[in-house]
């Protein structure tokens, strides 16, 4: 019987790859997107939902642009055959926002012989993001208070 390793070969080799490109993600790096991922690819985070290569080396210049000291680490990896799921770690300093340090996850799905066909991350923007913007937090903040069993820390 054929080992996991051979059997997903492709798709483990692909998904190191991603993985590399994401930590070390620069404007430098994006060249990469053609060689790891089909041509229609798809990315969704909370403020994104793109497809195609295109479109996606866009959303990612966009971030890049918006994030001094951007680092992603991948702290966790799952694999089974038709679906991979990262958990990270993102450290950045955000025009608008600041300095944030956020844990999330992404499902990668690839194609057979292991390029990305679709990343969907999760993570909480409302905690990261809009608690954190002048207008917005304040409000926020109160119906969480008021929805929440325990205040928050």
Request: charged letters at 30%.
């Amino acid at each position: 019987m054929m080992d996991d390793s051979r059997r997903h070969g492709p798709k483990i080799q692909g998904l190191d790859a991603w993985v590399d490109f994401f930590e070390t993600l620069s404007v430098h790096t994006l060249d990469r997107l053609p060689a790891l991922t089909v041509p229609e690819v798809r990315f969704r985070d909370p403020f994104n939902d793109a497809r195609g290569r295109d479109a996606v080396r866009a959303a990612m210049v966009h971030t890049l642009n918006g994030c001094r000291d951007l680092r992603f680490t991948v702290t966790h990896r799952l694999f089974a055959p038709d679906l991979a799921i990262l958990r990270w770690r993102f450290e950045a300093t955000v025009t608008g926002i600041g300095r944030m340090d956020v844990i999330g996850t992404s499902e990668v799905r690839q194609a057979p012989d292991g390029r990305v066909a679709e990343h969907i991350d999760h993570w909480d923007s409302g905690e990261h993001v809009y608690l954190r913007l002048p207008l917005l937090g304040a409000p926020l903040r109160l119906i969480r208070r008021r929805l929440g069993a325990a205040p928050p820390d």
